[in-house]
């Protein structure tokens, strides 16, 4: 099985920075493609940022410019640094991994594992 840990959230005034990690453990065989999601109060989750395991990433269209997304594989770890928050950036921030590791029949499968959440909240 796989766990991912979340840190970093936290509350900021308006123009801050705050930087999220996220850090998967476990029968891991490879990683691929790393994400980070949001959820704002009475929305949707959606997509923030990805990055192949080739270091290709895409962001969408809002954080371009301020947010980067960053991994490093030796450690298992997705980043987000956050420039330049705004109040509607406010919401539960989630990592997404996809990755190839040993589920609890012992066979290695592929699939997406998603962290608890951690809150970032934006002050105006």
């Known amino acids: 099985q796989v766990q991912l840990v979340e840190l970093g959230g936290g509350l900021v005034q308006a123009g801050g920075s705050l930087r999220l990690s996220c850090v998967a453990s476990?029968?891991?065989?490879?990683?691929?493609?790393m994400d980070w999601y949001r959820q704002a109060p009475g929305k949707q989750r959606e997509s923030v940022a990805t990055?192949?395991?080739?270091?290709?990433?895409i962001y969408t269209d809002v954080v371009k410019g301020r947010f980067t997304i960053s991994r490093d594989d030796a450690k298992n770890t997705v980043y987000l640094q956050m420039n330049s928050l705004k109040p509607e950036d406010t919401g539960v921030y989630y990592c997404?991994?996809?990755?190839?590791?040993?589920?609890?029949?012992?066979?290695?499968?592929?699939?997406?594992?998603w962290g608890q959440g951690t809150q970032v909240t934006v002050s105006s």
């Open positions: 990055i192949t395991s080739s270091g290709s990433t």
């Open positions: 476990g029968s891991i065989l490879r990683i691929n493609d």
């Open positions: 997404k991994v996809n990755c190839k590791a040993i589920n609890r029949a012992g066979v290695y499968i592929t699939q997406d594992y």
